[in-house]
T-cell receptor
Framework: EAEVAQSPRYKITEKSQAVAFWCDPI?????LYWYRQILGQGPELLVQ????????DSQLPKDRFSAERLKGVDSTLKIQPAELGDSAMYLC?????????????????FGPGTRLTVT | GDSVTQMEGPVTLSEEAFLTINCTYT??????LFWYVQYPGEGLQLLLK?????DKGSNKGFEATYRKETTSFHLEKGSVQVSDSAVYFC?????????????FGKGTLLTVNP
């Protein structure tokens, strides 16, 4: 069964350092999401891509976070500089996301996540 | 805006007990409703879903019915197992253009003891 891949699974970094996370969605999925999950909370959307274009980045702290999906396939989320409050699980999800298709095409499949600890 | 409120945990049950986790929502449009499960150290897995009023989603013995009149989507299971121990998230999705983002509740930790 196809899965969403993420790496690394765990990352420890010092504050003020740069950190990057990678996501490879299920093959053929046009829509890719990055969520942040703080311990004890539900995931919150950071950014959504449709192919290589950003659809929604309204909750992305753009002064320190950036995301790209240059060829419309895999994606990278970067934090620079990292702050203590960025410690969280970063989840990637993908969906078929075909315009005009059935609602089932928007079902999201999640990767295992990257757990970030900022010290 | 859209929001999901679910019963706070933790919930601790004995094996074979009946489970209910309450979930209510507010939405600007007509939402699809979901329950996700997260096992320790893992990402989220879709447990079940319902896309319109009175639909019942079911999977692995879990059920939830989309109640538009009470804006609820409560999760139930008749007999829980130790392997059901996990965090359960209620979520909704309302389409805005090509944006189908999920809005999650805070999660409910379930522990099932043998």
């Amino acid at each position: 069964e196809a899965e969403v891949a993420q790496s690394p699974r765990y990352k420890i970094t010092e504050k003020s350092q740069a950190v990057a996370f990678w996501c490879d969605p299920i093959s053929g999925h046009a829509t890719l999401y990055w969520y942040r999950q703080i311990l004890g909370q539900g995931p919150e959307l950071l950014v959504q891509f449709q192919d290589e274009s950003v659809v929604d980045d309204s909750q992305l702290p753009k002064d320190r976070f950036s995301a790209e999906r240059l060829k419309g396939v895999d994606s990278t989320l970067k934090i620079q500089p990292a702050e203590l409050g960025d410690s969280a699980m970063y989840l990637c999800a993908s969906s078929l996301g075909l315009a005009g298709a059935l609602r089932q095409s928007y079902e999201q499949y999640f990767g295992p996540g990257t757990r970030l600890t900022v010290t | 805006g859209d929001s999901v409120t679910q019963m706070e945990g933790p919930v601790t049950l004995s094996e074979e007990a009946f489970l209910t986790i309450n979930c209510t929502y507010t939405a600007t449009g007509y939402p699809s409703l979901f329950w996700y499960v997260q096992y320790p150290g893992e990402g989220l897995q879709l447990l079940l879903k319902a896309t319109k009023a009175d639909d019942k989603g079911s999977n692995k013995g879990f059920e939830a019915t989309y109640r538009k009149e009470t804006t609820s989507f409560h999760l139930e299971k008749g007999s829980v197992q130790v392997s059901d121990s996990a965090v359960y998230f209620c979520a909704l999705s309302v389409r805005g253009g090509s944006n189908y983002k999920l809005t999650f509740g805070k999660g409910t930790l379930l522990t099932v003891n043998p």
